[in-house]
């Protein structure tokens, strides 16, 4: 990092002043020899930088031929699992030791299992006596999948259920203590510091 501030210590940057059709660029020298005060110095941004993800090749269930299988068979396997989420199913174990590629894996197994059960409730030629099961098993396997979301071990994989958003609300809060808008805090020149 000290090699870094010494080959900017001599930047300067240019800096305008005026409109834009008569403009004069100063050039404005940096002192970057600041930044290498104190324990600065001795810094190391690699020890802060997140790790990169990495992982052996594996082959993954959403990359593996898929048998041509009727809607119908894809549903009827999908009502017959016990569990949505199955950490042990061969396609899962693929992932190895690395619990994001496990948590990817299964919430993918989990997912496909849903969406037969989803395409296979909105086929026109789905029987009408199958559709309560369906749903029953579908609210289920959605219920465990949710569950899995919020619970699942992972290392640098985040899963949210829903939308991601980021907001922020403020709130006004009352105050009795007088204002102080439009008066004068601290009468001096312009030079002379502020007490206190």
């Known amino acids: 990092m000290p090699s870094l501030i010494n080959s900017l210590a001599g ?19 940096l002192d970057l020899s600041v930044l290498a005060t104190g324990s600065f110095n001795t810094f190391d941004i690699i020890d802060i930088a997140p790790k990169a993800f990495t992982a052996k090749l594996v082959e993954t269930p959403f990359q ?46 989990g997912l496909r299992n849903l969406q037969a059960l989803a395409a296979y409730a909105g086929d026109d030629k789905s029987p009408q006596s199958k559709l309560t099961a369906l749903a029953a098993k579908f609210d289920a396997g959605l219920a465990e999948i949710r569950n899995y979301i919020g619970t699942a071990k992972t290392d640098q994989l985040g899963l949210l259920t829903g939308e991601k958003v980021t907001s922020l609300q403020s709130v006004v809060v009352p105050t009795s203590s007088p204002s102080l808008a439009n008066t004068a805090v601290q009468k001096a020149s312009v030079w002379k510091p502020c007490l206190g």
């Not at 240019?14 to 403009?23: D, K, P």
């Not at 009727?70 to 690395?98: E, K, M, W």
């Open 64 to 109: 593996t031929a898929a048998t041509e299988e009727s809607l119908q068979s894809r549903a009827d396997s999908a009502l017959g699992v016990s569990r949505f989420i199955n950490t042990s199913d061969p396609a899962v174990a693929r992932a190895g030791s690395n619990p994001d590629l496990k948590a990817t894996f299964a919430l993918y197994q």
């Open 11 to 29: 930047s300067s940057i240019l800096a305008s002043s005026g409109n834009s059709s008569s403009s004069v660029f100063t050039p404005v020298q």
